[in-house]
């Protein structure tokens, strides 16, 4: 199998060399940036698997990064900051990170969550075998790993897809937030909830007629989330 290939940008020259050298070592193909422009300048280059994104760097900031990125491409981003407030985690997730690990951070976490991401992006993998979920005018197939709603079919990330799916094999059923996160994300995970919100407001903004009050994804309060199999044809548009 081919090596990933991962963008590491980080004004923090020394924390670039330690990155590449510790992940050269588990078998990726690493480079690095150490501010925003080369990083714009090295994407379509590289055509990373995966980039590492700092958000406080001079000049263009990791923020305009993740932005201009976002304009034309799904590739996963994991933001390593310093920056602990949840603002800024909620801001990040928001723009389009896949991840937020703040520093300092342990390297055997950072390549636990970096790989965690990678087996997300290609998971969950069309099943043949499985069947069609069909809820009113919304229909999940998992053989063609393809979503539709009113026969129009709906562009959904991969974590958007992998969310979605599990809610439509347990129909009904109050997921857990902790139970949705280690299914999802991947047993790395457990206590990032905002991440849930941020994915559920775009599930819905994608399946509901009004987000604000939706029937297909029904917030269970403090505990999860419940999907609805008795939504009804008119409940999306």
Known sequence: MKARRILVVDDDAVLVDLLLQSLRAEGYQVEGALDGATALDFFPKVLPDLIILDLMMPGLDGFA?????????????????????????????????????????????????????????????????????????????????????????????????????EFAVHPDEVLRHRTLLQRVWGSEYGKETQYLHVYVQWLRSKIEVDPASPRYIVTETGVGYRFCSDASEDAAG
């Open 65 to 165: 990064v993740l932005e201009q990125v976002r304009a034309s491409s799904t590739v996963p981003i994991l933001v390593l900051s310093a920056k602990h407030a949840i603002g800024y985690k909620t801001r990040a997730l928001n723009e389009g990170a896949d991840d937020y690990l703040t520093k300092p951070f342990e390297m055997d976490e950072l390549i636990a969550r970096l790989n965690a991401i990678l087996r997300r992006m290609s998971y969950p993998l069309p099943d043949e075998h499985a069947d069609v979920k069909r809820f009113g005018c919304l229909c999940v197939d998992p053989r063609k790993r393809c979503v539709t709603l009113k026969e129009k079919r709906l562009h959904l990330t991969p974590t958007e897809y992998a969310l979605l799916l």
